[in-house]
């Protein structure tokens, strides 16, 4: 492990020189912030490096994985145990869960657009998630796209007028493929809807103490708002925050919202 504190690496948002900040064992969880760890310690280290222009924070541990592999080695059955709906409560029913509430927020958001827009539940975590029935049960029209966790992923046709990314960024590691993605399917006046926790910039030099740096997760990359300017500003997608949250578009959104008002 030594060797990595010798190499840089080119950042994946914007091509800058990142250096390596450390190693983390591969069982480290999110839901180990509660108090205890929920799987014992590994013997498998994974290194993480920070880029020093944009603070984006990320390893090349899963680089060349297959679908196969994220299945079988982070989206298996131990992951919905240490990631459950309600820490502590088994058997939630799908309306109360918080994706679910989260998607009813999303489309308090979008209401009046019902009739006008299309959706994209970007890793949604099921066809439809616990988000996008939110949405559906808001009245609409969802598409529903999880590369990783779903048998057989739809691949989306065509544009969308929102793609809600929600707690999935952090699980991308092809970065290249995640803009273009974007790019090809955000439609023109279209709005990205980004939920992943930013973290600050310049990089704290204690970054992989977050509880959010979490290989066992799947959290594999770790987004500063300027990491991620970089990121989407190649395919001509603006980043902007705002108190409602993080969101990504080229002209702002015609369609009715209560996000940008006219």
């Given at each position: 492990m030594e060797n990595y504190r010798l190499a840089a690496m080119a950042c994946k948002c914007c091509a800058?020189?990142?250096?390596?900040?450390?190693i983390l064992d591969a069982n480290k969880c999110c839901i180990d912030r509660l108090g205890?760890?929920?799987?014992?310690?590994?013997?498998?280290?994974?290194?993480?490096?920070?880029?020093?222009?944009?603070?984006?924070?990320?390893?090349?541990?899963?680089?060349?994985?297959?679908?196969?592999?994220?299945?079988?080695?982070?989206?298996?059955?131990?992951?919905?145990w240490i990631n459950p709906a309600i820490p502590g409560r088994a058997d939630v029913p799908l309306k109360e869960t918080p994706s679910y509430a989260?998607?009813?927020?999303?489309?308090?958001?979008?209401?009046?657009?019902?009739?006008?827009?299309?959706?994209?539940?970007f890793g949604a975590g099921g066809d439809p998630?616990?988000?996008?029935?939110?949405?559906?049960?808001s009245g609409f029209n969802v598409s529903s796209y999880e590369p990783y966790r779903v048998e057989e992923?739809?691949?989306?046709?065509?544009?969308?007028?929102?793609?809600?990314?929600?707690?999935?960024?952090?699980?991308?590691?092809?970065?290249?493929?995640?803009?273009?993605?974007?790019?090809?399917?955000?439609?023109?006046?279209g709005l990205l809807w980004i939920q992943t926790l930013l973290h600050p910039f310049p990089t704290p030099p204690d970054v992989l103490t977050s509880w959010y740096v979490a290989p066992r997760d799947g959290h594999v990359s770790i987004f500063t708002l300027p990491a991620l300017s970089c990121l989407f500003n190649a395919v001509g997608i603006n980043i902007v925050?705002?108190?409602?949250?993080?969101?990504?578009?080229?002209?702002?959104?015609?369609?009715?919202?209560?996000i940008f008002l006219r």
């Open positions: 800058a020189s990142a250096s390596y900040v450390g205890r760890r929920a799987l014992p310690v590994s013997d498998v280290q994974v290194p993480y490096w920070a880029c020093g222009n944009c603070g984006f924070v990320f390893t090349n541990y899963v680089d060349e994985w297959s679908a196969e592999d994220f299945r079988t080695k982070i989206y298996n059955a131990d992951y919905e989260n998607g009813k927020r999303i489309a308090s958001f979008l209401h009046g657009s019902q009739d006008d827009i299309r959706i994209l539940d998630g616990p988000l996008g029935q939110g949405l559906i049960d992923a739809r691949k989306p046709k065509g544009r969308y007028d929102v793609i809600v990314a929600v707690e999935v960024f952090e699980h991308c590691h092809d970065l290249g493929a995640l803009s273009a993605f974007m790019g090809r399917h955000l439609s023109r006046d925050q705002t108190a409602v949250g993080t969101f990504g578009f080229r002209s702002v959104p015609t369609f009715p919202n209560r």
